[in-house]
């Protein structure tokens, strides 16, 4: 039986149709239970610095039993960026400790809680990242040589998940079209492939055959160049948590979230569509383009409408917009294109 919305999974292996279900109403519950009564109001959400504040007092209870997770939060780094306002929505950010505490990591488990609480032994540093394929330039360069030529941004983009729930998230990076040019891809590059870490030692997720390990993914080379896409190394201001994807992930704001591939390694020019990990699990229900669409539904429930994570439980869904919000700058990339079929 496939799991669906409130079917229980209670063991390892999970299904491996399975996506995020289970765990958006299991965790769901937990986050509610332990970090938010119920309806906080919009005014209430807490800023980066009273989260930390409050991580502090339960650093303090860490003795009681009280605490849990990690606390290396307190010791992210600062980045160096401006504020790109023109391709930032002005809609209300969603709190550092929703966007750090309710995650999909996989290699992490399964549970929204469980990235943040299982990732402080991942070590993000020092990291390389190859560049592979249909490429005049390519090679392992250290984290530091990737970024380096690149100047920080700040885009605030909406983030939709698959399974209906959205977030909104300061992140910090730059556009993967600017790293794109620097490789140089041969005229044959018509693809790019992404992959993530491999590493079932700091990744206790990754010892359960749940996905064909290590995670990937893929664009076609237009979404890559496209201004809208970004590689984020950071989020409000500072480096990213490693349960956000440290120490580089793809954000592609208009695609559902399973696209923002985290912890990248590899990033290989093709001349095919390469494979991308929940369509090997489940082909009919995730595609290869996962682009935001209210009027495909998931074969299994509405794509409709979304919850915002944060707005408390008396808030009503909103309504999914075409392509995430994104129809004006990214619509014309799927001219002439069935939807319904290259969902
Ligand atoms: N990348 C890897 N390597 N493993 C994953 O399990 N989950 C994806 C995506 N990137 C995932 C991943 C899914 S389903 C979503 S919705 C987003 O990451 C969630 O990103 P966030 O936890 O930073 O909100």
């Not at 969603?94 to 992490?108: C, H, L, M, P, V």
């Not at 592609?252 to 369509?279: A, D, L, Q």
């Not at 409408?305 to 408390?312: F, L, N, P, S, V």
């Amino acid at each position: 039986m496939k799991p669906s919305p409130g079917s229980p999974v209670t063991s390892w292996p999970l299904p491996r149709s399975y996506h995020c279900n289970y765990s958006t109403h299991r965790s769901e519950l937990t986050s509610m239970r332990v970090f938010k009564p119920a309806a906080i109001p919009p005014s209430e959400i807490t800023s980066r610095e009273r989260y930390l504040n409050r991580r502090e007092v339960i650093a303090g209870l860490a003795g009681t039993g009280l605490a849990f997770g990690a606390t290396t939060a307190l010791a992210a780094e600062r980045l160096k960026f401006t504020k790109n306002a023109r391709l930032s929505t002005s809609e209300p950010t969603n709190s550092y400790e929703d966007i750090t505490t309710y995650n999909n990591f996989y290699e992490f488990g399964t549970g929204k809680a469980e990235p943040a609480e299982r990732a402080a032994r991942f070590k993000p540093k020092p990291w390389s990242v190859t560049i592979a394929g249909e490429a005049e330039v390519k090679g392992t360069f250290t984290l530091e040589d990737i970024l380096k030529p690149h100047a920080l941004e700040e885009r605030i983009y909406r983030l939709r998940c698959v399974e209906a729930w959205s977030m909104v998230i300061p992140w910090v990076g730059f556009p993967l079209g600017d790293l794109i040019r620097r490789f140089r891809p041969t005229s044959r590059a018509r693809y790019v492939a992404f992959k993530s870490v491999m590493r079932p030692d700091e990744m206790p997720g990754q010892r359960f055959p749940v996905l064909d390990w290590p995670y990937v993914e893929g664009l076609r080379m237009d979404e890559a160049m496209h201004p809208l896409t970004i590689l984020a190394a950071g989020l409000y201001g500072e480096v990213l948590p490693n349960q956000n994807g440290a120490p580089l992930r793809l954000v592609v704001p208009w695609k559902y979230g399973f696209k923002g591939i985290k912890s990248i390694v590899e990033i290989r020019f093709t001349e095919r569509v390469p494979p991308t990990s929940w369509n090997i699990s489940a082909p009919r229900e995730y595609g290869f383009y996962a682009n935001v669409n209210p009027q495909v539904d998931h074969p299994r429930w509405s794509q409709a409408q979304e919850r915002r994570i944060g707005a408390g439980i008396f808030t009503p869904k909103q309504p999914t917009l075409m392509l995430n919000g994104y129809a004006d700058q990214v619509a014309s990339l799927y001219a002439g294109l069935d939807l319904r079929k290259n969902y």
